[in-house]
Each structure stands twice: as structure tokens, then as C-alpha cells.
């Protein structure tokens, strides 16, 4: 996504600058293209078409040198079309160094728009060498050090002494990807927009909104369908006491007035059920536009695989011939769609993967031979999506990593001893490949053997919230699995419960969730822990860590998420597991700075929000509990958590002789109590503290206690609170309306004579 204001904005030079880089990428590809196609009529056609392209915008904006060079290169593909000169692979390569320099020249020109270009050694040379190919000479190999050397004063003024880094920069991925004619896909040249990041991510808020919004009319349409079906009930009794009062003995007024008001409920009952079909209807409407807008804005931030791997092709053939070695790539599921900054956080990663690849994994031709193997070693690249993820796999038929050299080199480099190495399985030891001046390169050299790259790579895909394990077969080649979410946007998580408030959890970061038995957990040196996959993890409560409240219950199975860096697994008691959600990721006030053990917020579908874990940082304080000794057991008795801690009442009732009996009763047994004066005040109460029982009476003002008593058993957070009613009334009607409610108790006010309220406190909430 470009960012800006507006295309019309661009100065001559910097439209020049995005033609080239987009005309860059069909040089490349189809130069490539050329090395596999014994018949290349549509490469060369694509390529004439893009030097023509490069010739006629270098005019325009009057850069002599790229015109000159240009044009030699489309009389070049001109001669090859025409089937003259054969296009060998030096010859290739030459051609892919008048690329360069084209890219070179469109960025040197936007960085200096008042400096005048002009033809100097090293591009006369470059012209020279693709005029050679045009009349089938021997090309003439001009190499980086050549252009250095040769580079005009102009030109050393913006990049003294090292052109080749210069190259390199800019050749990142062009804002347009142009595809070549020879690519079977039906991805069309839309026109770019230029729109801000930040009000990209205001629009992916508002959208994650409006699903929240639309979630608020299906409990309308659910009380509409009530009030129906008690509007259908209210008609049938009018009904049967129409067919009652029909004696003839009554008064001709009676009969008039019960007549009309069975019309004007058979009229309710249809004007409510054409609202209720309406509003369900509509609800629909606006749920599937919500969701349509959510995806659509979610599609703006994404981009084919092949728009960012542009690249590696080339990559991987210039250092391929780099090192004496025949190299194909092959990328399948090139225009699976992927977020744009996880794909441009991918780019150096999967470079170092690829180099990787080429220079310790393929062997020589000779050597391959020599195996019975291909003389061309191929890499693949695969990339897809599967249960809401993105996966990535960069595989190649090199040589492998023998796990016993590797188990070598972990105990010579003394990073753990000879016995426990022993005890170490394969995917354990490849775990070492990632860690910080790791290598199994015998020699360093300019592209490997530092021991820096693979661990740059895991710490990229790990802070985007991916995953990476690498897997070896001996002298059948190296795979490495990349997990990553579809986008930053939106993450898969699993939503918990820790001390009542919800957290996420990103589903790659989890390695395995249990329901543990406390029959499972032993205790080693203070430490709790057990056992999966025959290995220890140690256990501690999320409550710890995050610094909240103990809890007052603990439950006989412990919900456990296990997580983990390179080489320990945690495990992390909480609450209750709420459910896998999908969230839209809202990032924190900067205000705020760095929030110890969080990355994000999000809000849930029913509106309420949720904070979203950093396990990178969790793991880190889960760590700093245990090497301070402080870490709590988590499989202590609940009698001593709850003898700490006083039981919360809510006494709700108009009568203040009736609310100072109950609260001197229950605090004279050890309870905390809190008054309400009547049913309003109460639900407010209810809503903005936090209780343990509510006691209320049932006749009250603004709202009475069967209202109360439903209101809190229909909430969603709150209808797990125990509630008894307590009146005066005694009848039997009453008794079962109250239950009906949702009450657990229904007593009468006679009670406060004996024991029988202090009993079903005790019964619901224990002793305090």
C-alpha cells in the first residue's frame, strides 16, 4: 500500500523512479525465464516491451544515460527475438547488470533531481558489452568493482565507495507488481490509491467495530420474539375468556369492550410479528455488510507471496553462479495473499534461509552426480493457507544436517555437556541452529559461517507472531516450517479467564493446551511441575505473574497453557478457558510506553474489551519469578486461601429496619455487607462491585426484586451470582415466580427468627 496523499502529487522524476522498478521486475523474471525456455518468444517479447517502456520514460524526463542504455538492451532482445544471438547464461548475466544499473540510475536521479546525468566509463562499458551480445561477440563480464572504479564524479558523490550496497537498496519491492505474460493467473493491473497507514488502521478499527455493533441486534430480535410469543399467550387467554362471558346474561357493554380488546391484541400480535421478522431480516443484512466491509478492509492490506519474493529468483541464481553450483527455485502458491508487514518482515528471513540453503545445503554438480542425484539441486518454496494460519516451507534436496555432527558441535562449542546431549531428540537439537553465534560452517566467508542469520530469522517470525522448526533427513536436504498469522491485523487467539477479566493468547505462540489433575503435579525443590512428553514443565499461576489477585477457589482440574522461548516450556494456570476468537488487533495508547506482559487490545463480540498477551515478555517474567525463589504453588488448599478473605453481601431492600436486621445477622458471622435501598440501586451495585450473594426483597421501588433477580441471571458476567429472595409474601405463586427468576433461595422474612437464612448463605457462598 503506498503511502502519501495523492499520485498527482509526484514530481516527473519520482514517476520515472516507479515505472523503472516496476519494469524491473519483468527484466528480471523473464531474464531468468530465459536460462529454462528453449523457445522463449513471450519472454523476449516481455522483454523488448519493458527496455521499450524504460527508453521512452528516460526521454521524457531527459536521463541520457538510461536511454542510451536501454535502447542497446532492447536491440539486444531485438536481435535474440530474431533468432541471431543466442542468449547464454553469461550473456544473461551481463544483461541482469544493465538492470542494475537502471535501477541505479532511476533512484540516483530522484536522490540528486538537479544533478545532470551523464554517460561515463562504467555505463560505456555496460553499453559496449550488450552491444557485443547483439552481434554475437563474446560478451565482455563487467563486474561490480569495474563500476566503482569507473563511477563519475556525480555519481561517487552519491555513493563514494560502494555502489554494489547502493544496488541493493534499491531494489526492494516496487509498489506495482507487474506479472509476465507467461504467468497463468487472473490477477489484473488495478490503479494504486495512496492512503496513510494510520488511516488504514483507523478504517481496520472501525470495521472490527461494526461487527461488535451488529452483535447488539440479535438480542433485540431475541426480545422481540419473546414479547411475541407472550403477545400470542395474551391472545389466546382473551380468547378462551371471550368463549367464557359469552352467557347472554351479561351486559351488552361487557361483551363490547372484551371484543375490542381481543382485536386490539390480535392487532399487536401482527404488527409485532412483521417487526420481529424485520428486524431479523435486518440484522442479517447489516451482519453480512459488517462482515463483507471487515473482509474487504482486511483485503487492502494484503498482497500476493510473488509481490514480495519478487527477488528471490534472482537471488538465488547470481549466488548460485556465485559459488560454481546449478540452482532452480520453485515457489508454489506464489499468489497466496499475505499481509503486507508480515510479508515485508519475511523478506530477510527467508534471504537468509535461501543463502543458507544454496551454500551449505545443495552440493557442487560433481558431488551431486557423485550421489546419483540431479546435477541441479532445486529449493522450494511453498506457501499456503490452512486452519486460519499462514505456512510457509523452504525445503531443498542438499545434503542434510547429520544429527550426530550437530549433537558434536552443540558439546564442542559448550553449550551443554556430553551426557545431556546425548539425552537431546533431533527436533531439540535443531532448536541450537537458531541460537545467537550458532554454526556448523567450518570456514567463514563472505556469505556464511558467522554464526548470524538463522537466529535473526527466528527472532523476526517469532516477534510477528509466528513460529520456525527446522527438520534434517541426511543427504536428502533441510526443511524449515514457518507458522505465521494471516495477518497483524487480525490474530487467531484463545481468550481465557484470569482473576474475571479475559485475555488472548496468539494461537502460534501456544505450544499445547491441558486440563491437568492435581494428581499430576509433583514439587521439586519448591518448584511445581509435570510431566508432557516425558519432559518436566514447570507450573506457575498466571494471577503471579500478572500481578493480580490470589484465587479464593482452587479447583480439583486446572486449565494450563503451555508456552515457551528456544529451550524451556512454562506452564500457566488459568482460570477457565473462554473459547478460540478471531480479534482485531487495536494497539495500546503510546502513552502508555511498553506494558509489562501485554502487545495489544482488542474487544470481543460482545463489546467488551480484551487485552492481548506478549508471551515473548510473559516467558521472560515467568522467568524472573522462578530465579527470584518467589514462585507460589499452585496446588495449595483452598481452606487456607478462603480464611483470608471476607464474603461480600448485597443487601437490597426499601425497608431500613429489614436492611439492618440482615446486615447486623450476616456481619455478625463474619460476612462484609453492603446495603441498596431498592431495586435500581441494587442493580447498579450489582454491576460496578463485586459479590459474592445477593439478598433481596421482592416489593421495592423503580425495580422489584423479580426484575433484579432477572436482570442478574440474564447477565452475562453476572448470572453465575447467587441470589435469595427474601418477602414477606408467603403464597405459593410468588414462591415459584421467584424461582422462575432465576433465585437460588426463596425465603420468608420469618426466617430471621431461626437460622434458616444464615444456612443457605452458608449453603451458596460458605462461612466467611
Not at 568493482?145 to 541493493?168: D, F, R, Y
Not at 527436533?427 to 563472505?446: D, H, K, N, R, Y
Request: glycine fraction near 6%.
Amino acid at each position: 500500500m503506498l503511502e502519501g496523499s495523492d499520485i498527482s502529487q509526484l514530481s516527473l522524476l519520482d514517476l520515472f523512479n516507479m515505472e523503472v522498478k516496476a519494469q524491473v521486475v519483468v527484466l528480471n523474471d523473464n531474464l531468468l525465464a530465459l536460462e529454462k525456455n528453449i523457445n522463449p518468444k513471450q519472454e523476449l517479447a516481455a522483454l523488448m516491451r519493458a527496455a521499450h517502456c524504460i527508453k521512452g520514460a528516460a526521454r521524457i524526463v531527459q536521463i541520457a544515460p538510461a536511454v542510451t542504455l536501454s535502447h542497446v538492451m532492447e536491440d539486444c532482445f531485438a536481435a535474440a527475438q530474431a533468432g541471431t544471438v543466442t542468449l547464454t547464461a553469461d550473456a544473461v548475466d551481463v544483461l541482469l547488470q544493465g538492470v542494475d544499473m537502471l535501477l541505479y540510475l532511476a533512484e540516483t536521479a530522484v536522490a540528486n533531481p538537479n544533478s545532470q546525468l551523464v554517460e561515463d566509463a562504467s555505463i560505456q562499458s555496460l553499453v559496449t558489452a550488450i552491444a557485443n551480445i547483439s552481434v554475437a561477440t563474446t560478451p565482455v563480464i563487467v563486474t561490480t568493482a569495474n563500476l566503482v572504479e569507473k563511477t563519475p564524479p556525480l555519481l561517487k558523490n552519491q555513493a563514494q565507495t560502494n555502489i554494489q550496497t547502493e544496488i541493493a537498496l534499491a531494489s526492494p519491492s516496487p509498489p506495482v507488481y507487474v506479472p509476465t505474460l507467461t504467468e497463468e493467473t487472473s490477477i489484473t493491473n488495478n490503479r494504486a490509491v495512496r492512503v496513510s497507514t494510520d488511516n488504514l488502521n483507523r478504517l481496520m478499527g472501525l470495521a472490527g467495530e461494526s461487527i461488535v455493533a451488529t452483535k447488539w441486534l440479535e438480542p433485540f430480535a431475541n426480545s422481540l420474539l419473546k414479547v411475541r410469543t407472550n403477545q400470542v399467550e395474551l391472545s389466546n387467554l382473551l380468547e378462551k375468556l371471550q368463549e367464557l362471558l359469552s352467557d347472554r346474561s351479561l351486559s351488552r357493554q361487557i361483551k363490547e369492550h372484551l371484543s375490542a380488546a381481543y382485536q386490539k391484541a390480535s392487532e399487536c400480535s401482527k404488527l409485532i410479528s412483521d417487526r420481529q421478522n424485520e428486524i431479523e431480516l435486518f440484522s442479517q443484512r447489516s451482519g453480512n455488510l459488517a462482515h463483507r466491509l471487515y473482509q474487504e478492509v482486511i483485503a487492502t492490506r494484503m498482497c500476493s507471496f510473488a509481490e514480495g519474493g519478487q527477488g528471490f529468483p534472482r537471488m538465488v541464481r547470481d549466488l548460485a553462479r556465485q559459488l560454481g553450483k546449478q540452482v532452480q527455485l520453485e515457489i508454489t502458491g506464489k499468489y497466496t495473499l499475505v499481509d503486507r508487514d508480515i510479508l515485508e518482515r519475511l523478506e530477510a528471513p527467508l534471504t537468509q534461509i535461501l543463502r543458507n540453503a544454496i551454500d551449505h545445503g545443495i552440493e557442487s554438480p560433481q558431488e551431486r552426480l557423485g550421489l546419483g542425484k540431479p546435477e541441479v539441486g532445486t529449493i522450494r518454496i511453498e506457501v499456503v493457507h490452512r486452519a486460519g494460519m499462514l505456512f510457509i516451507t523452504v525445503s531443498d534436496d542438499g545434503r542434510g544436517i547429520y544429527p550426530e555432527f550437530l549433537r558434536q558441535e552443540v558439546v564442542k562449542k559448550q553449550l551443554t555437556n556430553a551426557e545431556m546431549a546425548a539425552q537431546l531428540s533431533e527436533a531439540e537439537l535443531m532448536e541450537f541452529l537458531f541460537l545467537p553465534g550458532f554454526s556448523t560452517s567450518q570456514m567463514v566467508t563472505e556469505i556464511s559461517g558467522r554464526g548470524v542469520g538463522l537466529d535473526i530469522a527466528y527472532s523476526t517470525v517469532r516477534e510477528v507472531g509466528g513460529t520456525l522448526r527446522a527438520v534434517s533427513t541426511p543427504t536428502k536436504g533441510m526443511t524449515f516450517y514457518l507458522q505465521l498469522p494471516l495477518t497483524l491485523s487480525v490474530v487467531r487467539t484463545l481468550v481465557v479467564e484470569i482473576a474475571g477479566e479475559p485475555y488472548a493468547f496468539g494461537l502460534t505462540r501456544i505450544e499445547q493446551v491441558v486440563m491437568l489433575s492435581r494428581s499430576e503435579i509433583a514439587t521439586s525443590e519448591n518448584r511445581p511441575f509435570f510431566l508432557m512428553n516425558n519432559q518436566p514443565v514447570e507450573l506457575i499461576s498466571a494471577r503471579q505473574v500478572l500481578d493480580l489477585p490470589p484465587a479464593l477457589v482452587n479447583p480439583e482440574i486446572l486449565p494450563v497453557i503451555v508456552i515457551s522461548d528456544r529451550l524451556n516450556h512454562y506452564g500457566l494456570v488459568v482460570d477457565r478457558f473462554i473459547g478460540e476468537h478471531s480479534l482485531v488487533v487495536r494497539p495500546l495508547d503510546s502513552r502508555l510506553g511498553k506494558v509489562p506482559n501485554i502487545s495489544a487490545a482488542a474487544m470481543m463480540d460482545d463489546g467488551s474489551p480484551v487485552l492481548i498477551v506478549d508471551v515473548e515478555d510473559l516467558v521472560r517474567s515467568i522467568a524472573k519469578v522462578f530465579s527470584s525463589g518467589q514462585a507460589s504453588q499452585v496446588n495449595q488448599s483452598a481452606r487456607k486461601a478462603l480464611s483470608k478473605t471476607y464474603k461480600r453481601v448485597l443487601v437490597v431492600d426499601d425497608s431500613i429496619t429489614v436492611r439492618e436486621m440482615e446486615r447486623k445477622l450476616l456481619e455478625n458471622n463474619g460476612y462484609k455487607v453492603e446495603v441498596a435501598v431498592n431495586g435500581m440501586d441494587g442493580w447498579n451495585a450489582v454491576r460496578s462491585g463485586d459479590y459474592d450473594l445477593v439478598i433481596t426483597d421482592i416489593d421495592m421501588p423503580r425495580m422489584n426484586g423479580f426484575e433484579l433477580t432477572n436482570e442478574i441471571k440474564t447477565h452475562a458476567k453476572l448470572k453465575q451470582l447467587p441470589v435469595i429472595i427474601v418477602s414477606y409474601k408467603d403464597r405459593e405463586e410468588d414462591r415459584i415466580q421467584g424461582l422462575e427468576a432465576g433465585a437460588d433461595y426463596y425465603l420468608t422474612k420469618s426466617s430471621f427468627h431461626d437460622d434458616t437464612l444464615l444456612r443457605a448463605v452458608i449453603d451458596l457462598i460458605g462461612e466467611s
